[in-house]
């Protein structure tokens, strides 16, 4: 969205210059009037906390331009290089800028979702493509009905081959509206999980909520499966669109098969066509091998060279389960980002699938969003524990003392501590203490515990050493 004139700007939204010339150039939208600068167009939204029609006056001392919903004194000093834009709502008028920024965008548009993997998907499908092209992408958590519009504005800015584009959901209606201002050419469904189950309610809703990823398509598109879930697979024959599934075994479009370690790395065969192409990742568990899929598998469909794409992969970082150090030398396993119960399994398996000539400690916090089911769902981390190679099983918060009370009884011979929300400052001191050169330790919770003070203080430790 570069030197776009608030003019054009107006007429995409249906909205009316009520103040400022029309060609003035607006080059960024701003959702934060703290961070407003020229040549913004601020968009003030209303949230369960604050109305951001309240901050436009502060807002506009540096933006070049601004929506609004309502009535507003503007201010009378003569200056036309503001614009003031009225609109019926100020949210749709987002999401309808960003439907038109897609419209202009010619090239294929690959969308992606899931209760778990989504990001990391996403991630490794932008890398898989970049083997062989430009690819435009979701930056940062930019995902969501506020999110997607703000990157789509901004999908014509740079020349690329191909985008990427992540979309999350929170609540019911919400994948029709993203479906249809990103139009996504190609779909991908990661996993059902129960991530957001007090919204949703049960696990077959998620899904549908889910799968409406398609609901603007035309008949050209294509819906890739993650086969390896029960849920997905189930409806693989009765979409509207052509629909593919990934997944590891037999049975499926685009397969990998031959799950070893080799060297330390994750290594497979994917399989599709009659073709063998063997793909090493350096992260280790299931999930990441299925996120690879989903990767390969539309590399292959979309007749790009899967071997470069495979060796793509084999240098693949990417934000989640990030590997540090703390000053002591242990091996800290950020997993701090989100956490779901799915997740948190598969990260349980992660740690006890490591070589480790120390001990294999575990820190897990509460998960949010799981509706009337929260101490369920913490128990049946708890009881997934059961024959895990783990040491320590540490756990801070309350619903997270679910975990702790079944672990105890799934694997009697885990050392379990348990620590409340406020022992953050407890718990770190502790780790501090413990854990020796030859430990592992992988910490996950939902976002909102800010388990992440804990690893940058290890970091920040480690570092001044």
Request: aromatic share 6%; charged share 30%.
């Amino acid at each position: 969205m570069r030197n776009v004139k608030v003019s054009e700007i107006a007429g995409a939204v249906g909205g009316r210059l009520i103040s400022g010339y029309p060609d003035i150039l607006i080059n960024d939208i701003c959702i934060d009037s703290r961070v407003a600068k020229e040549g913004d167009i601020f968009v003030p939204l209303k949230g369960e906390n604050a109305d951001g029609h309240k901050f436009i006056k502060s807002a506009m001392e540096k933006a070049s331009a601004t929506f609004t919903a309502e009535d507003i004194e503007i201010p009378d000093d003569g200056d036309s290089r503001k614009a003031y834009i009225k609109v019926d709502d100020t949210l749709e008028a987002l999401q309808t800028l960003g439907e038109y920024f897609r419209k202009k965008y010619t090239k294929k548009v690959v969308g992606v979702t899931g209760s778990v993997g989504k990001t990391t998907t996403r991630e490794m499908i932008t890398c898989a493509l970049e083997a062989e092209g430009k690819v435009y992408h979701t930056e940062k958590n930019f995902n969501s009905e506020i999110g997607t519009p703000i990157t789509l504005s901004k999908m014509n800015d740079a020349a690329s081959d191909i985008a990427v584009l992540e979309l999350g959901i929170s609540h019911d209606g919400e994948m029709d509206v993203l479906s249809r201002i990103a139009k996504p050419d190609i779909a991908v469904v990661t996993m059902i999980g129960v991530a957001h189950m007090e919204f949703f309610k049960t696990k077959e809703n998620i899904r549908n909520e889910k799968l409406k990823i398609i609901s603007s398509m035309d008949e050209n598109g294509v819906l890739f499966l993650n086969g390896n879930d029960e849920l997905l697979y189930e409806v693989r024959n009765s979409m509207p669109v052509t629909t593919k599934t990934f997944g590891i075994g037999d049975g499926f479009d685009y397969c990998a098969k031959n799950l070893r370690m080799e060297n330390g790395l994750s290594t497979f065969e994917f399989v599709y066509d009659d073709k063998e192409v063997t793909v090493r990742l350096k992260q280790a568990g299931k999930h990441f091998v299925s996120d690879s899929l989903a990767a390969l598998s539309i590399c292959a469909f979309l007749s790009r060279n899967v071997e470069a794409a495979a060796k793509k992969l084999a240098d693949f970082a990417g934000q989640r389960q990030r590997l540090t150090k703390a000053a002591c030398g242990a091996v800290v396993i950020d997993d701090t980002y989100n956490a779901s119960p799915d997740s948190m399994k598969a990260a349980t398996d992660v740690l006890s699938d490591m070589e480790c000539s120390g001990k294999k400690y575990i820190l897990l916090g509460d998960m949010f969003e799981l509706g009337d089911n929260a101490d369920e769902f913490h128990a049946s981390v708890g009881d997934y524990m059961e024959g895990k190679d783990v040491d320590v099983l540490l756990t801070i918060g309350e619903m997270s003392k679910n975990i702790a009370d079944h672990a105890a009884k799934s694997n009697p011979s885990l050392e379990i501590k348990e620590y409340r929300r406020e022992d953050m400052e407890k718990l770190t001191g502790y780790l501090k203490e413990i854990l020796t050169p030859d430990d592992i330790i992988l910490i996950k919770a939902s976002n909102g515990m800010h388990l992440k003070e804990i690893v940058e203080q290890l970091e920040k430790d480690a570092d001044s050493e």
